[in-house]
């Protein structure tokens, strides 16, 4: 199977690409389990892509259940190299407002009902997660960002919540204190399934709103935030025909071997059917 150099990953707002051509709704059997949905793969730009609707396409799969391992697996499958995640978020910051972009650098994870990790059967992997991005796809992304003169935060820590309900405000304070710039609910596992899986992976976070620490957060309405998720979406939408032009990037090999490189167990002795369900994870 070719190589598909780039997948999207949508989240709330973003449910299909604009300009995309030749559009097929791939579905992909996965070891863990039905995904968000059908992968949609096409062209733009003179380049084939992937895209996947992580809420699904009718947005009715809320955070905490988000088959995360399955879609990173399908993802696997289909031959991507690198995913650019994108997620509306909520912010931390005044400075961070809403309709910025975010590109993030590092992750807190506060969830606590998710499956993080491929290797919880007979095999031991302990991956380096120090940095949790790819560095030189983030990089990439910024440059774009800025070419389009979209107002962006080169970078940004992005706390993840269990959800699906907003923070407490003394939580929110609480992640405030702990420099946190702007909260989620879906980056993790999802950024570190990626690397398990030998993908890079990018998270694009797009400020809808203030948290609830914000002292005029009640003056916000529903109409306002669902407002700034459309011109979001259409500014998504520019970046990924932005980078969709020319030369997709090439990302860092160093992550394609990061899980077999951090193998602790003997693989010969590692169950048939582990390998089997790890076929396209590990390259096996």
């Known amino acids: 199977m070719n190589t598909i150099k780039i997948a999207f990953i949508g989240g709330s707002g973003l449910y299909k690409v604009e300009g995309l051509s030749d559009i097929k709704w791939v579905k992909v059997k996965s070891s863990y389990g039905p995904a968000s949905s059908e992968v949609c793969v096409g062209n733009i730009n003179g380049n084939k892509v992937a895209f996947l609707p992580r809420h699904g396409k009718k947005h009715n799969i809320s955070p905490s259940n988000v088959n995360y391992r399955a879609n990173i697996e399908i993802l696997k499958k289909l031959n991507v190299e690198n995913i650019i995640s994108l997620s509306a978020v909520g912010s931390l910051r005044k400075d961070f407002k809403p309709g910025d972009f975010v590109v993030v650098d590092q992750f807190i994870d506060k969830t606590t009902k998710r499956q993080n990790t491929f290797f919880d059967d007979d095999l031991v992997i302990h991956i380096p997660f120090k940095d949790p991005i790819c560095k030189e796809l983030s990089q990439g992304v910024f440059r774009k960002l800025k070419k389009l003169k979209i107002r962006t935060h080169e970078f940004g820590t992005y706390i993840c919540i269990e959800g699906p309900q907003f923070s407490t405000l003394a939580e929110s304070q609480l992640y405030r204190s702990w420099g946190c710039d702007i909260i989620g609910m879906t980056n ?71 899980s077999r490189k951090s193998m602790i167990s003997d693989l010969s002795y590692v169950k048939r059917s582990t390998k089997t369900k790890l076929k396209y994870i590990l390259n096996l």
């Open 188 to 258: 993790l596992p999802e950024a570190r399934l990626s690397m398990e899986a030998g993908i890079c992976y990018a998270s694009v976070a797009m400020v809808t709103d203030f948290d609830c620490w914000h002292p005029d957060h009640d003056n916000v309405s529903v109409d306002q935030i669902i407002n700034t998720l459309k011109k979001n979406t259409n500014k998504a939408n520019s970046l990924i025909n932005e980078i969709t032009k020319g030369k997709i990037f090439t990302c860092s090999e160093k992550i394609k071997e990061v």
